[in-house]
């Protein structure tokens, strides 16, 4: 892959290109006056994903109203103080997983829904140098700051993405040409950068660098993590079914920013932060960010990115809430943390026999080593207890990521087990080879198996076995 500047350009797929590229093709209105700025693009492949692999799709579908709150015409709505908003990107979300369902169930309803959410959208909609831009009308403290606040109306890319991803699809679903031009004005969006006194979600910052900006304002916008990478996923579905150079070139821009940028969000031994302004670690966009890395990995198989998402799940654990666990027989030293994670109880337990519990969750804490299980049944109930490969850990297959394209795994010489797992986690036959040899494979996925982390090889005398992480052995 190279580095190169680029300066964006505007492009139309319905329009011829002018002579050899020496004037910008136009489309959803006319030039700013502002020049836009070049900013550092790699040149990632970018693949064509088939359905089933794209972002936000699910294997299964889903419930049709869920915990959200709807209105009269039964779109989901943001409630402060009793009162309903609209909320972007809560409605393009609901469309984005709804076609998701769809594509399993065809269920018309849903559809239906769907489209009723389309129409919210492009109804309250506003346009602004020739691109449509969904508002939200609602003030909001930043990190419930309140001295850090987003005045209505105010506008997100994490929004205009999810909300051109939703529109791509469910012109491909249905075929309507309204929600492909409805597409193309907030694509149009993605090529106006940063001005006073317009609506803007993409900049350029000083060191050249290209942001989707979930919280546009000025001064000092946030650069959060999760609704950058979002956002980029809009061009790149709009890429996918036009062709769109720039488009291509937008998301490539938005992933070189992410790489860049990548030392600065990571929190090495804990949880990710949040964006590059502040410092916040929130637990569960940590997992967000490793779910992003890893699809970003898929559409442009690039393994410095999934290396990057190995290393945040080394710091901490992804979010994991409720679990069937297994205790097997033995000594246990269970403790209580408070909400700093300094230690207020130990009781040492010892079970005669094996216990299944259920889990509520998986956890780590500061000064405290390993990761920890917190027991709502059985002996121990409201304790909590080292997870232990073996002996103490979550049923069935957890922290379970894929790899398309596999990766290489790289075996040094010596002995290696291989085992195979039923659908809950347990061994169901095993494998030992000795490698004469330094060897390679392929990977397809990792995941952690009664409390170990598990490589499934899919080359070499491994093939269909998982191999432990442990020395020897590198991905």
Same mark, same amino acid.
Not at 13 to 26: C, N
Not at 82 to 95: D, I, L, S, T
């Given at each position: ?43 990632? =492949? ?39 908003? =609209? ?138 993590? =999760? ?112 909400? =700093? ?135």
């Amino acid at each position: 892959m190279n580095n190169d500047q680029i300066a964006p350009r505007r492009f139309h797929r319905r329009a011829a290109l002018t002579m050899l590229g020496l004037a910008p093709v136009l489309w959803g209105g006319s030039l700013s006056a502002h020049a836009a700025p070049s900013y550092h693009r790699t040149a990632y =492949n970018v693949r064509q994903l088939p359905t089933e692999l794209l972002p936000y799709n699910s294997p299964t579908p889903g419930p049709l109203d869920g915990h959200l709150t709807y209105d009269g015409e039964g779109v989901a709505v943001f409630v402060i103080d009793g009162r309903q908003y =609209n909320h972007p990107v809560m409605q393009a979300e609901f469309m984005l997983s709804r076609l998701s369902s769809y594509r399993h169930n065809q269920d018309p309803e849903y559809l239906a829904r769907v489209e009723k959410h389309a129409q919210r959208l492009m109804e309250t909609s506003v346009t602004s140098r020739g691109a449509m831009y969904l508002p939200y009308p609602f003030d909001w403290a930043l990190h419930y700051d309140k001295t850090d606040m987003m005045l209505a109306p105010w506008y997100s890319a994490m929004a205009q993405g999810q909300a051109l991803s939703a529109f791509v699809r469910l012109f491909e679903v249905t075929g309507k040409q309204e929600y492909l031009t409805t597409a193309d004005s907030l694509f149009a969006s993605f090529h106006n950068h940063k001005q006073r006194g317009v609506p803007w979600t993409v900049y350029v910052d000083d060191g050249g660098y290209l942001w989707f900006e979930e919280w546009a304002k000025d001064p000092g916008p946030d650069r959060a993590f =999760n609704g950058h990478v979002y956002a980029a996923f809009g061009p790149y579905d709009y890429y996918r079914i036009t062709g769109d150079v720039t488009a291509r070139e937008l998301f490539q821009g938005g992933v070189t920013a992410v790489e860049a940028h990548l030392s600065r969000i990571r929190n090495p031994g804990w949880i990710s932060w949040y964006c590059l302004k502040h410092r916040y670690d929130y637990g569960i966009y940590h997992k967000f960010h490793v779910d992003l890395l890893y699809m970003l990995y898929r559409i442009t198989g690039a393994p410095s990115l999934a290396a990057s998402a190995d290393r945040f799940l080394e710091d901490f654990p992804a979010w994991q809430i409720g679990g069937t666990g297994n205790l097997s027989a033995g000594r246990y030293e269970a403790c209580k943390f408070d909400a =700093n994670g300094t230690v207020t109880e130990i009781k040492e337990f010892n079970l005669s026999a094996a216990e299944q519990v259920k889990v509520s969750r998986r956890w780590k804490f500061e000064g405290q080593t390993g990761i920890w299980l917190l027991i709502d049944t059985g002996t121990v109930a409201g304790f909590w207890i080292q997870e232990t490969p073996g002996k103490a850990f979550i049923k069935r297959y957890i922290e379970d990521y894929k790899f398309d394209p596999p990766r290489f795994i790289q075996f040094e010489k010596g002995t290696y087990v291989g085992r195979r797992f039923d659908s809950l986690g347990a061994p169901v036959s095993t494998k030992r080879f000795t490698l004469a040899g330094d060897s390679t494979a392929r990977t397809d996925r990792r995941a952690v198996i009664s409390g170990a982390l598990y490589f499934h090889v899919v080359a070499g005398v491994f093939h269909d076995y998982w191999i432990p992480a442990q020395p020897g052995v590198d991905v």
